[in-house]
């Protein structure tokens, strides 16, 4: 078993910046392939970024893409998400997420993860 937790959500006024962590344990003798998803009322979870068990490919939903930055450091089995620019429509509640597998590449579809973070709330003013 993983247990993830996330931290670094709050509110923040549009334009500015948030940096999330997802802090793993429990089973981490190894690396994970990893993900964050987010979830605004009303509106299904969506997928946000992902990272690769390396750090050495990663991927963006359109949305995001040049204003977040998905990073890992194995050492200290955390994922972060940097967010920059951030927009009203950021709001939501963020989650980070761990593929038991082993994948080699990225992980995109929320069914592809097996544990989930318990999600972190951020909220973008405008």
């Known amino acids: 078993q993983v247990q993830l937790v996330e931290s670094g959500g709050g509110l923040v006024q549009a334009g500015g910046s948030l940096r999330l962590s997802c802090a793993a344990s429990g089973r981490t003798s190894r690396s994970y392939a990893m993900g964050w998803f987010r979830q605004a009322p009303g509106k299904e979870r969506e997928f946000v970024a992902a990272?690769?068990?390396?750090?050495?490919?990663?991927a963006y939903a359109d949305s995001v893409k040049g204003r977040f930055t998905i990073s890992r450091d194995n050492a200290k089995n955390t994922v972060y998400l940097q967010m920059n620019s951030l927009k009203s429509e950021d709001t939501a509640v963020y989650y980070c997420a761990a593929d038991k597998g082993h994948t080699i590449g990225v992980v995109i579809r929320p069914s592809g993860y097996d544990y989930w973070g318990q999600g972190t709330q951020v909220t973008v003013s405008s």
């Open positions: 990272i690769s068990r390396s750090g050495g490919s990663t």
